[in-house]
């Protein structure tokens, strides 16, 4: 197939398979984007995971014990799909390990309070949702559907955000201070996650035109904003930006201008936990060397079985 006759069959709607022909520059692009999003589900895993052992009530627990479960299926679909393009999921975890490959900065800033596993769940899994409802529609047949069942278990993730931070906000003055501060923290990288301007993202233009991304970056983060300005005034709190205003003409609020220093600077490793959470993943990779092998020796005589 010529790199024509792709583009029509992507103009046409119809989705790429793993067998399907496609041009290189195709595969390499989703190859960084899935296994892009399917590191940051599995890092992102700890800094939820740091407070599974102090959520306040059982209930509590055993709801961010069931997210955090959720995470990591939603790493394996991701690294399945990833798989189906020629690329082993040990290559996907070597590229992440020597830096070759990233993760959402939101990751790597730390958890302070309980209040921090509201607004992780209200705005860093909205942000998310936002961004993952249109990849839903995505070219690559494996991404689009993997993509389903993610998004119905981000809804619910995002849900129990915001019930802490709705509680949180309506309890005493100390719990609505903790909701705010955590707020304040979250709300500029939460939506620095959906990347650069579109001017200064390379790669926007080749995503949008094989309909891998189906909205470009700033389009994603005025769709978040428009949402949750909103939520965050049925519950009492504010939104930390001075210059956010409805702008009756547009249709939509506008926003102030993030710091992209710092969104650069946590991207290329200087964040305040990049070097924690890449070595938490190492440690854990290296210490669970002994399972894969073990799996590898069962499957290896059990295939000798049937083959015998």
Partial sequence: MSKEKF???????????????????????LIRQISQHAHS????????????????????????????QDEAGHGLYLYSACETLGISRQELIQQLHEGKAKYSSIFNYP???????????WLVDGAAIVNQVSLQRTSYGPYSRGMVKICKEES???????????????????????AQDALNRFW?????MFGPHDGDSPR??????????????????????DKTVHQAEIIGLTIPDPDLKWNEERGHYDFGEMDWDEFWDVVNGNGPCNKQRLDHHKKAH?????V?????????????????
């Fill in 7 to 29: 583009q029509e069959k992507i103009d046409a709607e119809k989705k790429i398979e793993p067998k399907d022909w496609m041009p290189e520059a195709y595969r390499k692009h």
């Fill in 188 to 192: 500029w990288p939460s939506i620095m």
């Fill in 204 to 225: 926007t233009g080749n995503a949008m035109k094989w309909k891998i991304k189906r909205q470009t970056n700033d389009e994603l983060r005025q769709s978040f904003i």
């Fill in 286 to 290: 290296d210490d669970g060397k002994w």
């Fill in 292 to 308: 894969r092998k073990a799996a590898k020796a069962y499957s290896d005589k059990q295939k000798n079985l049937v083959k015998n």
């Fill in 156 to 178: 619910f993730h995002q849900r129990q955000g915001y019930e802490i931070m709705s509680e949180m906000a309506n309890g005493t003055p100390e719990q609505k201070e903790m």
């Fill in 111 to 121: 958890t302070l309070s309980w209040a921090d596993m509201g607004a992780v769940g």
């Fill in 41 to 68: 589900e599995i890092i992102g895993m700890q800094p939820e995971g740091n407070w599974i052992s102090r959520a306040p009530s059982l209930r509590a627990k055993m709801i961010l014990l069931a997210k955090v």
